[in-house]
């Protein structure tokens, strides 16, 4: 429409400009939102809320990567194609490729780290040592994979809080992961009781309260004598469940209801103190008060 509007050279080059860059954001505005909505399909198709998704955390630990390096090229070569549709541009770009070699070692020492983490974060996406919404225990903390950016990991702790840390520390550093190949977990309950309980009632109870409980995904239960201290045994309560949340209540329940078992049927199987006194052949008498 530009040449229908009869504008002198100067403003006729003005407005073609103008035009060309709208164009430009415009057609990368179009690009960035395209990714979006393939994104949004893949994530419509795939659920995580599945018990077992190990599958569809390793595709949406690669999409988010993926996606986030696309946008990121989409928005440099657009900026790249609008600065070198200017005349001046261009030449300033000209005159630096002189200096390109002596200006990429700078900047590869003063950004070493940056760098480090961008060749973490494609290791991290396509190796995936983590991936998304995993359940992870690091620096002593519980918690699930929230995001993975291009530098950072976040990690949405039990309690709400939120530990940020750099990729290259799950390249460098040991941590723990609870849904490396599946979510199913086994959980221990250790009780101590007396030299006097009874162990195979206790086993049937264990037995009888975990085969009536919903989280128990019937695999593992036992329970075993692992220890004898000096005044009490310990009893080991094996359980299993389907994911890391279920295994953490139903160890609170098995240890709620087997305390509560112990007092009500076998209080003499509660941990004691026990002190004997022998008698000497003289009788204990008192002195006369003074």
Not at 1 to 15: C, D, K, Q, R
Not at 19 to 29: K, Q
Not at 65 to 75: A, E, P, R, S
Not at 99 to 116: E, H, L
Request: charged share 20%; glycine share 4%; proline share 3%.
């Amino acid at each position: 429409m530009l040449p229908l509007t009869y504008l002198e050279a100067h403003f006729l080059e003005v407005m073609r400009r103008f035009v060309e860059t709208a164009l430009l954001i415009t057609f990368a505005w179009g690009l960035v939102k395209t990714v979006d909505v393939v994104q949004d399909l893949v994530e419509d198709h795939y659920r995580l809320g599945s018990a077992d998704n190990l599958r569809v955390r390793k595709l949406f630990t690669q999409l988010q990567f993926i996606k986030k390096l696309v946008v990121t090229l989409i928005i440099f070569v657009a900026v790249a194609l609008i600065l070198m549709s200017f005349a001046t541009v261009r030449k300033i770009g000209t005159g630096l490729l002189t200096s390109a070699g002596i200006a990429s070692v700078i900047v590869g020492f003063a950004a070493q780290r940056s760098i480090s983490n961008l060749l973490a974060g494609f290791q991290i996406a396509f190796t995936q040592p983590i991936r998304l919404d995993d359940v992870l225990v690091v620096e002593g903390e519980w918690g699930r994979v929230e995001e993975i950016t291009f530098t950072y990991v976040v990690l949405r702790i039990w309690d709400e809080r939120r530990l940020v840390l750099p990729l290259n520390y799950f390249i460098e550093k040991p941590f723990q992961s609870w849904t490396r190949t599946t979510s199913q977990l086994l959980g221990t309950v250790f009780l101590y009781t007396d030299y006097t309980a009874p162990i195979e009632a206790i086993r049937q109870e264990l037995e009888r309260y975990v085969n009536g409980h919903s989280l128990w995904d019937r695999r593992v239960c036992v329970l075993q004598v692992t220890d004898s201290k000096e005044r009490t045994l310990e009893l080991r309560c094996l359980v299993s469940a389907t994911n890391s949340s279920n295994t953490f209540d139903l160890r609170c329940a098995v240890r709620e209801h087997m305390v509560t078992y112990i007092q009500q049927h076998h209080p003499e199987a509660l941990p004691k103190t026990r002190t004997l006194v022998e008698a000497k052949d003289q009788p204990f008498t008192l002195a006369p008060e003074e």
